[in-house]
C-alpha cells in the first residue's frame, strides 16, 4: 500500500473516531450516504435555565440516551404563507440523533431534508439544542407535560414573529435502520417502481386510502380498520407520532403498492381506485 493511501486511510478512520464524541464536533451520514460535518449538542450553561427546566436538564445531561429520535412541529406567527425553509414548514420534521450527532432531519410533510450543516433558526437539531433555545431566550415558556425529560412545547417571541416548539413524539434509539437510508414521499409525491420510500400515514380517517402517489389515489379493502379519529384506536406498540404512523411504501409494479407498518408485522396491498374516486370524507 502507498504512503498516501495510508494516511487517507488513517484520516478516514480519525474522522469517524471524532464523530462518535457527544458534544463536540460531529459527522453524520444522510440518506445517499455521505458524510458532513455537523455540530454536536450545543453548550448549555444551567444558570440560564429556569429554575422549572434546571433539573430535567441535569437528569438529561447525566442520563439522556446519546442515541435517539425526535419528532417535532413548529409555527411562527404570522405566517408568511411562502418561502418558509425547509424544516420551519407545516407539519412534522423527524429528527434522528445517533451518539450526540445528528444523523438525519426529515420534513414529513413535504419529503425535504433539513440542512444539518445549516438548519433554519431557530429550529433544534437534538434535545440539547431544545433546552439551548430556552437557556437563549429568557422569558420562553418551557413545559414538559409527556414525561419525555426534557421541554416539549416551547414559545417565545422572535424578530420574524412568535415562535412556538412543540414534540410529539421521542423514542430511544432507532426503530428501523431504514428510516435513516430510505428518501422520503409526500402524500402526492412521485414513486419510482421498486423503489422503498418513507412516508407518514396520516390515520385520522383510518389506512383504506393512504395517499395520492402518481398522481392517483389507491386503495384497500383490506387495511387493517384503525382510526387515530374514531374507533378502533392503533395498538399500542404501533409507532405513532400525533395522528400519524410510520410506515415504508414500494410501488411493486404499476398498479401494486405494498405499505409496511414500520416495527410491526403488518403489511397492507394497495391498488389505484377507480378514475374519479377518492377517499370519502370522515368526521
Avoid: K
Avoid at 449538542?41 to 435517539?68: K, M
Avoid at 419528532?71 to 418561502?83: A, Q
Avoid at 409494479?253 to 410491526?264: N, Q
Wanted: proline share 9%; glycine share 12%; aromatic share 8%.
Amino acid at each position: 500500500m502507498s504512503r498516501i493511501a495510508i494516511i487517507a486511510t488513517c484520516l478516514v478512520l480519525l474522522l469517524v473516531s471524532c464523530g462518535q464524541e457527544r458534544g463536540g464536533q460531529g459527522l453524520a451520514g444522510g440518506p445517499s450516504g455521505a458524510l458532513v460535518d455537523v455540530s454536536a449538542s450545543p453548550r448549555v450553561d444551567p444558570a440560564e435555565l429556569p429554575a422549572e427546566v434546571r433539573g430535567l436538564w441535569e437528569a438529561w445531561d447525566s442520563a439522556g440516551p446519546s442515541t435517539y429520535t425526535l419528532t417535532m412541529g413548529t409555527s411562527i406567527e404570522p405566517i408568511t404563507g411562502v418561502g418558509e425553509p425547509c424544516g420551519l414548514r407545516f407539519g412534522l420534521v423527524e429528527v434522528t440523533v445517533v451518539e450526540g450527532v445528528p444523523a438525519r432531519a426529515l420534513d414529513l410533510a413535504s419529503a425535504c431534508e433539513v440542512d444539518l450543516e445549516a438548519p433554519p433558526e431557530p429550529f433544534p437539531l437534538s434535545v440539547d439544542a431544545i433546552f439551548a433555545l430556552v437557556a437563549d431566550h429568557p422569558g420562553a415558556t418551557a413545559n414538559s407535560g409527556r414525561g419525555f425529560g426534557f421541554p416539549d412545547y416551547v414559545a417565545f417571541e422572535t424578530e420574524g414573529g412568535f415562535f412556538e416548539l412543540y414534540v410529539p413524539s421521542f423514542r430511544e434509539g432507532i426503530l428501523d435502520e431504514r428510516l435513516l437510508r430510505a428518501p422520503a414521499v409526500a402524500y402526492d409525491g412521485t414513486l419510482e417502481m421498486g423503489t422503498t420510500y418513507r412516508y407518514l400515514v396520516y390515520l385520522h380517517c383510518g389506512m383504506a386510502w393512504p395517499a395520492a402517489f402518481n398522481g392517483r389515489a389507491w386503495h384497500s379493502e383490506e387495511a387493517p380498520p384503525f382510526a387515530s379519529g374514531g374507533a378502533p384506536f392503533p395498538p399500542e406498540d404501533w409507532p405513532l407520532v400525533d395522528q400519524n404512523v410510520n410506515a415504508l411504501v414500494t410501488l411493486e409494479d404499476a398498479d401494486t403498492l405494498v405499505l409496511e407498518v414500520v416495527g410491526t408485522d403488518v403489511t397492507v396491498t394497495y391498488a389505484p381506485a377507480e378514475e374519479g374516486t377518492g377517499a370519502p370524507g370522515c368526521a
